[in-house]
């Protein structure tokens, strides 16, 4: 079946210290990629997007590549902000399944201190 | 564009009532979706739409309705609330072909529901 795998949360970091956010899937076929930021209190907006192998997607110093080798889609970030603190799903989409639903990880949240 | 609107942002029911979350989008999207975040959870389909007047069943259905009786609105139904059904209820609608994998989801603010 589809799934998607993330890291476990919470992860503290200080602010400037580099992000990483471990993302693999499972996936029928070709699917696309995402990373979703649900900041408190918020809904889900999309953070950045892959569709194909070897894609790099990038938004606000974020990047995550689409690794079709490795099944993979880790999300990066050089140097964290304390407005960076948030819950971050990585999630993906499948062609003819239950209308393009999104497949989701269980979400990582990000707690970063000045 | 206003994006994806739902209200209430909160509610309390108690068990056995029943209530509606409305999910209203104005870009014109044809499918519409709602989703369930359980704590610590990714977030679960329960229903979804690809067009005004169908409607289909997600991951789950159970103890929901939902109708699409117009492009913008995507109401949910609870009928008979239950304690498993706590929970916060996301609305989202996308321009989606079917053609493709590739389908940009639009999320509203979301409904924070319990039920005592």
């Known amino acids: 079946g589809n799934s998607v795998t993330q890291m476990e949360g919470p992860v503290t970091l200080s602010e400037e210290a580099f992000l990483t956010i471990n993302c693999t899937y499972t996936?029928?076929?070709?699917?696309?990629l995402f990373w979703y930021v649900q900041y408190p209190g918020e809904g889900l907006q999309l953070l950045l997007k892959?569709?194909?192998?070897?894609d790099k997607g990038s938004n606000k110093g974020f990047e995550a590549t689409y690794r079709k080798e490795t099944t993979s889609f880790h999300l990066e970030k050089g140097s964290v902000q304390v407005s960076d603190s948030a819950v971050y799903f990585c999630a993906l989409s499948v062609i003819y399944n239950q209308g393009g639903k999104l497949i989701f990880g269980q979400g990582t949240e990000l707690s970063v201190k000045p | 564009n206003a994006g994806v609107t739902q209200t209430p942002k909160f509610r309390i029911l108690k068990i056995g009532q029943s209530m509606t979350l409305q999910c209203t989008q104005d870009m014109n999207h044809n499918y519409m979706y709602w989703y369930r975040q359980d704590p610590g959870m990714g977030l679960k389909l329960i229903y979804y739409?690809?067009?005004?007047?169908?409607?289909d069943k997600g991951e789950v259905p159970n103890g929901y309705n939902v109708s699409r009786s117009t492009t913008e609105d995507f109401p949910l139904r609870l009928e008979l609330a239950a304690p498993s059904q706590t929970s916060v209820y996301f609305c989202?609608?996308?321009?989606?072909?079917?053609?493709?994998?590739?389908?940009?989801?639009?999320f509203g603010p979301g409904t924070r529901l319990t039920v005592l």
């Open positions: 996936a029928t076929g070709y699917p696309s």
């Open positions: 989202a609608s996308s321009y989606y072909t079917g053609t493709s994998s590739y389908n940009e989801q639009f």
């Open positions: 892959a569709t194909k192998a070897d």
């Open positions: 739409s690809v067009g005004a007047g169908i409607t």
